[in-house]
T-cell receptor, first 116, second 109 residues
């Protein structure tokens, strides 16, 4: 049974370039979450979706970041233009339930982004 | 709002000894508390959660956690540590998980 799939696993880009991270949640899950992990700030929630609808994007750092979920099996996180301070590991997670807080989130392996 | 705090950046324990990784919480309403583990260069793996019911929650790999309402704590425990338990442990609360800073557990042979 496939878990959460993220691509690419590693991304190196130059400042100013557009970066797109991709996530395929576990089949049947109805909530999807994007997190960012850095040494300085730890794990931060960026945005989450329920039934493909963005619920809370207050964690998105600035307008350079955008996320979409066009269908139940795919989501993207885009950074445009990228900056060195965006270097981090980006995790996608998914869960299933009534969105009441009891659901377990299952994490993907992460995308390690380095912006030069 | 739900938030957690992990007061220890690192915990060191000898193999075979019991281990405890501490977590305190601050929530309004019913607390939903989780423990995750992260091995180097890997994603987070779910260990256990408290939603309601018994205060002692049993999880994966022999871990358990005790929910203590009076002390607002949710400490992770294991009776006998293994070297392979060495990893980063995160406590979290809420449906859009608010994570603690993480505690690095080092188990020495």
């Amino acid at each position: 049974d496939a878990g959460v799939i993220q691509s690419p696993r590693h991304e190196v880009t130059e400042m100013g370039q557009e970066v797109t991270l991709r996530c395929k949640p576990i089949s049947g899950h109805n909530s999807l979450f994007w997190y960012r992990q850095t040494m300085m700030r730890g794990l931060e929630l960026l945005i989450y979706f329920n039934n493909n609808v963005p619920i809370d994007d207050s964690g998105m750092p600035e307008d350079r970041f955008s996320a979409k979920m066009p269908n139940a099996s795919f989501s993207t996180l885009k950074i445009q233009p990228s900056e060195p301070r965006d270097s981090a590991v980006y995790f996608c997670a998914s869960s299933f339930g009534l969105f009441g807080g009891q659901e377990t989130q299952y994490f993907g392996p992460g995308t390690r982004l380095l912006v030069l | 709002a739900q938030s957690v705090a992990q007061p220890e950046d690192q915990v060191n324990v000898a193999e075979g000894n019991p281990l405890t990784v501490k977590c305190t919480y601050s929530v309004s309403g019913n607390p939903y508390l989780f423990w995750y583990v992260q091995y180097p260069n890997r994603g987070l793996q779910f260990l256990l959660k408290y939603i309601t019911g018994d205060n002692l929650v049993k999880g994966s790999y022999g871990f358990e956690a005790e929910f203590n309402k009076s002390q607002t704590s949710f400490h992770l425990k294991k009776p006998s540590a293994l070297v392979s338990d060495s990893a980063l442990y995160f406590c979290a609360a809420g449906y859009a998980l608010n994570f603690g800073k993480g505690t690095s557990l080092l188990v020495t042979p």
